[in-house]
């Protein structure tokens, strides 16, 4: 039981739940689905993609950075000793390996060779991130397009995107998950305060970006059923509701810049992630599949209490 908890840590088993709801939430999107029905094979190839190049990313992060987690984050599976290093980094290569596979599998049974090309794409910058990038300043632009391109992930395997609007979307998150990771910078000790509000701006542009597609989305007479009846204004008002409880909890950080202060930040801006999806796909596809989205907060919520999210 021990060993497994050690791989689920490692693995930051709750956060995948945020991947796979960029996935569905990018599929859904340009499919333009209204009804629901039994996710189509695409799909599921997508998400398997996802789930294996997020657990790839988490794994060789830590395998990387074993001398600084032992300094800074002794009790983590590898600096402890629980997991073996050189058995992390063959499972997080493999992961790799079937990640690819699964892409390749989507862009097959879709007929969409894009998804092939988003998940070499993805490979190379979650491998960039971990290898070279996570400890200079293009670290954040880099996990940015990390998340950028997991949307693209669904949205090819639909087909898209479509319309020059919906590329707002995965820019959006990318920009919001670059402000998350600029945050976090210094999560195990004392953040700097200019950082942290730079992150939070970083944060608040991709929520006006990404929230900025439903608006066009609108004036073109598209999205869901529910927004074409008169809410684009209930929307808008729910999609700032939520960036402004985001960012208050930034706020308390930069305030109070402690390692505690700082990680609930980005805990809560992580699990986020998947009400922001569902607000999305709300706009676009209606109640029923953003409250398919917003499911997957269970198992990320049940998740966190056994293994941290950050």
């Not at 992060?61 to 980094?89: C, F, H, K, Y």
């Not at 999560?187 to 929230?211: D, P, Y």
């Not at 986020?272 to 499911?295: K, R």
Request: charged share 10%.
């Amino acid at each position: 039981m021990t060993l497994l908890l050690a791989w689920l840590r490692l693995l930051r088993l709750p956060n995948h739940a945020t991947a796979v709801a960029d996935v569905l939430a990018g599929f859904l999107i340009v499919s333009q689905s209204q009804a629901l029905q039994w996710p189509t094979a695409p799909l599921w190839w997508a998400i398997a993609a996802s789930v294996c190049f997020y657990g790839a990313g988490m794994v060789l992060n830590d395998v990387l950075d074993l001398e600084l987690d032992r300094i800074e984050r002794p009790e983590r599976p590898l600096p402890s000793g629980l997991i073996d290093a050189q058995t992390a980094a063959t499972v997080g290569n493999r992961l790799f390996t079937i990640g690819s596979v699964c892409a390749c599998g989507a862009a097959f049974v879709s007929g969409q060779p894009a998804v092939a090309l988003v998940g070499a794409g993805l490979t190379a910058a979650v491998w960039t991130y971990d290898r070279y990038a996570k400890h200079t300043p293009w670290g954040p632009i880099v996990m940015g397009s990390c998340r950028s391109l997991n949307w693209l992930l669904g949205m090819t395997a639909a087909g898209g995107p479509d319309m020059p609007h919906e590329w707002l979307l995965p820019a959006g998150m990318g920009l919001y998950v670059a402000g998350i990771t600029l945050y976090s910078r210094n999560e195990a000790g004392q953040s700097r305060s200019t950082a942290l509000v730079l992150a939070t701006l970083t944060m608040l542009m991709g929520l006006l970006v990404a929230g900025s597609h439903t608006w066009l989305m609108a004036q073109g007479g598209d999205g869901s059923l529910w927004l074409r009846n008169g809410h684009l204004l209930s929307w808008a008002l729910l999609w700032g509701v939520l960036g402004a409880s985001i960012l208050l909890r930034n706020v308390f950080g930069i305030l109070d810049p402690t390692s505690r202060r700082v990680q609930a930040a980005v805990g809560n801006a992580i699990m986020s992630i998947i009400t922001l999806d569902a607000v999305l796909v709300l706009a676009a596809c209606g109640q029923q599949w953003a409250v398919v989205v917003l499911i997957l907060l269970v198992p990320f919520l049940f998740g966190r209490q056994l293994v941290a999210a950050t």
